[in-house]
């Protein structure tokens, strides 16, 4: 068994997963500017401690040691294949995915999959600092996303949320609308695997970081599956409830796992724990003060998916065009908002851009910013929605 775990974490098995699908490093590849290997996350990087430099004395990967490498592309099939299912595991999915789905296609089935997504989120980010396992050395391996070389490998958080957003859809679906139960199925395994299989071709995880992934998200579901109705009742919940649902996550961020060098991984926390926490102040919200009538939870029928029109569509397109925009304004309103505060209160110099990532900074405009846009996408959007005659 140990034999076999090493072998599914060796760089060597990602590296020659890339060469079979056309993709290799530039033969004039060498060292870094520092002289370590090109590529390899986890370097030491100056530190420093006070105002303007990183939270804890945390190292940090300066511009010159993040190498970027050279490569050469002989199969572009495989290369836009796997740089777009990457693509379904990052932020610029969820931003569009997760508020389409509440908008436009069902909020009882996106109540549920937004909170399981951060649930599953959170514990792959702080399984990842708690471990320290490094990502796939390189060289051999050719790293493609220069962001997270900075983050530990395991468990691969892209391999979690594309096995739980699929599954948790299916699940949730399954009793609610009539469609071939295989297809389905079909279409959350090819989804999970796209995703999976880009964290190898992008040189970001071992087979042991995608297999590890996987595997604690359906435990997780399996886990969590007796308590999704109460997820559907959480909107019910007594008053007190929005006052845990902010002081509870805020505690988790501000506590989050120290680590040596400074990676994004606990401001993406932040993120998400905050953007879930205001998903689910708006759901009270909204049925405390009756401002959005939500869907009850399961239809008298197993209802058919309605067919696609065009006005449909347009409809859709339009309604996550307002719900974008205000979203977006939102969202730079606070987080400027919120750092003039917090610059103002520390003394810390508004043009030091080092002092966000401390962390008396990084996590309260964090969360103050994504609670905000939490309650702004399922409150004032279809709020919106209705003012403007689209609902």
């Known amino acids: 068994m140990a034999e076999l775990l090493r072998s599914l974490q060796d760089s060597q098995l990602v590296a020659r997963f890339q060469r079979r699908c ?23 990087g100056a530190t420093g401690k006070g105002r303007g430099g990183p939270a804890h004395g945390l190292r940090r990967v300066t511009a010159s040691q993040a190498h970027v490498q050279k490569y050469i ?16 595991g990052q932020e610029v999915f969820y931003i569009t995915f ?9 909020s009882y089935v996106s109540r549920r999959l937004i909170i399981i997504w951060v649930l599953v989120m959170y514990v792959g980010q702080v399984a990842k600092d708690i471990l320290k396992w490094p990502r796939p050395f390189s060289p051999p391996v050719v790293k493609l996303e220069k962001r997270l070389i900075a983050e530990y490998g395991m468990p691969s958080t892209h391999a979690m ?26 279409v959350a395994v090819v989804f999970s695997t796209l995703v999976c299989l880009s964290r190898l071709y992008t040189g970001m995880h071992t087979v042991l970081d995608v297999l590890g992934g996987i595997l604690i998200t359906m435990i997780l579901i399996v886990l969590t599956y007796p308590a999704w109705t109460l997820i559907d009742h959480l909107d019910s919940a007594s008053p007190l409830f929005p006052v845990c649902v902010i002081v509870v996550p805020f505690f988790l961020c501000y506590n989050y796992p120290v680590s040596e060098y400074y990676s994004p991984t606990r401001a993406d926390t932040t993120t998400i724990l905050a953007a879930g926490a205001g998903v689910i102040i708006g759901f009270w919200i ?75 900074i990084e ?3 964090k969360f103050v ?10 409150t004032f959007v279809p709020m919106l929605h209705r003012f403007l005659g689209l609902l």
Request: net charge neutral.
């Open 286 to 360: 909204n049925h405390f003060f009756q401002l959005v009538s939500e869907p009850i939870e399961s239809f008298p029928v197993i209802q058919n998916i309605p067919p696609l029109t065009t006005d449909m569509l347009v409809l859709g397109l339009t309604k996550f065009t307002v719900g974008i925009v205000l979203i977006f304004l939102v969202r730079q309103l606070v987080q400027n908002l919120s750092l003039q505060v917090l610059y103002s209160w520390f003394k810390v110099v508004t043009r030091n851009k080092e002092a966000r990532r401390r962390l008396e």
């Open 363 to 365: 996590v309260p405009y």
């Open 369 to 378: 910013t994504y609670t905000s846009v939490g309650i702004c996408a399922t």
């Open 73 to 88: 592309v002989k199969n572009y099939f495989y290369y836009y294949l796997f740089r777009f299912s990457a693509a379904l």
């Open 161 to 186: 949320a594309a096995t739980a957003i699929p599954f948790t859809v299916l699940i949730s679906t399954v009793d609610r609308y009539q469609y071939p139960f295989v297809w389905g199925l079909i």
């Open 22 to 44: 056309g993709l290799f490093p530039a033969p004039d590849e060498g060292p870094g500017e520092d002289g370590a290997a090109p590529g390899l996350g986890h370097l030491p």
């Open 98 to 106: 997760l508020p389409f789905t509440y908008w436009n296609v069902d």
